[in-house]
């Protein structure tokens, strides 16, 4: 059992000492909700008094940007992977870039435009990825469910952008916290099975 008492619902709570831009939020195993179950969510935004932004970095599609758009315009996209960037919008594809600053750790350009996205992937170092869809928290959701231990916060790495962004991406970064959380990566999906 995992509460010995009932938690109150207190995520309409901000809390303004939270501070979640930047940081990865790693389902906890618990978490089987549907898209967000073993997820690694960049937490692209986020404030006590507009909510939080991210997208699911691990839940690739099978897909590319060629098998959506096939104007000529998107052809030197067209071999970018499609994620899956959370339940918020999904009728919506857009382009994100990654890469990595020695002094200030991951930076980011979210929803660019088609021009940026086509001169951020000739950049080295820097990862396009387009998703449908992104994942949204309103004003006190997320601290809520951080304190209901629904998500495990750590910052990226720069090793971040060289790993596959699959599913065993949860596995990889979880195993690396701490020995709790390398016992927490290596459970079986459903322990009873065994």
Do not use: C
Request: no cysteine; glycine share 8%; charged share 20%.
């Amino acid at each position: 059992m995992r509460y010995s008492a009932p938690v109150p619902d207190d995520s309409a709570t901000p809390d303004p000492a939270i501070q979640l831009r930047g940081s990865l939020l790693l389902a906890d195993p618990s978490l089987r909700d549907g898209i967000f179950d073993h997820s690694v969510v960049l937490m692209a935004e986020h404030s006590a008094a507009a909510g939080a932004f991210g997208l699911i970095l691990n839940n690739p599609t099978g897909r590319v940007v060629g098998d959506y758009l096939k104007e000529p315009e998107f052809a030197p996209l067209s071999r970018i992977p499609v994620f899956n960037g959370g339940p918020v919008d999904r009728e919506q594809l857009t382009f994100s870039a990654f890469w990595w600053n020695r002094k200030s750790g991951l930076r980011w350009a979210i929803r660019i435009s088609l021009e940026d996205a086509i001169k951020h992937a000739h950049k080295s170092g820097t990862i396009v990825h387009a998703f449908v869809g992104h994942s949204g928290w309103s004003p006190g959701q997320v601290e809520g469910e951080l304190r209901r231990s629904a998500w495990i916060k750590t910052p990226p790495a720069p090793e971040l952008l060289g790993a596959e962004h699959d599913r065993q991406l949860w596995r990889s970064i979880l195993r690396q916290l701490s020995p709790f959380h390398r016992i927490l990566a290596e459970a079986p999906t459903n322990p009873v099975l065994n």
